[in-house]
Every structure is written in C-alpha cells, then in structure tokens.
C-alpha cells in the first residue's frame, strides 16, 4: 500500500528552491517507476509553490521516510513540515460504484 507524502515548504526559500529544482527533480527520478505520482503544491494564485506532494508506492514507511529526508529540498531546510501516511487507491478518473470500489 503506498504512502502519501506532504510536504509544506518555508515561504520565504523560494529562491532556493529554484536554485536546486534540477537535483530535486534527479531525486525524484532515481526511485524509478515506484514514484506513483508526484508535484507541487500551489498557493491560491495557481502559481506560486508552497510545497510538494509524492505518493511512493512502497510499504515500507522507513523507505517513504528515508525518500523524503534524501530530497534535495528537505536536505536544504525549504522544508517546514512533512507528513507521510498510508494511502488506499478508492477513486481513479471517476471510476467508482455505489459500494465504494473501483469498477474498471
């Protein structure tokens, strides 16, 4: 079962956040087809970054841990808080019965 991990980033690293987006994105990149989903969080003008969101398909909670502590932007303080918990797949793309399961 996977883990969803949230993270909410310090307002005022912004540029250190730009400066080290390449080697954040080569992290994301080395964990290979276990990374389900991944991007960023938005304030509410649609366009300035706030955080990031991953969902690491894994369970092992220390590995989804360890994932997150070895991002560039965590290892580079941007980070101000991160929450990583289990996730369920229950909807995909509106596909979804009255009983609460997927129906493909």
Known sequence: MPYLII???????????ERI?????????????????SGALLADDGETIVGGASLLDTDDEEEARRFESEDPYAKAGI??????????????????????????
């Not at 993270?7 to 956040?17: M, S």
């Not at 980070?79 to 493909?104: C, D, P, Q």
Request: hydrophobic share 40%; no cysteine; charged share 35%.
């Open 7 to 17: 993270a909410k980033d310090h307002l005022d690293r912004q540029d250190d956040r």
């Open 21 to 37: 987006r390449d080697a954040h994105r080569s992290h994301l990149a080395s964990i290979g087809k276990k990374l389900l989903a």
């Open 79 to 104: 980070r101000a808080e991160v929450t990583i918990v289990r996730w369920r797949l229950r909807w995909w793309k509106g596909l979804f019965n009255g009983a609460g399961f997927i129906s493909y």
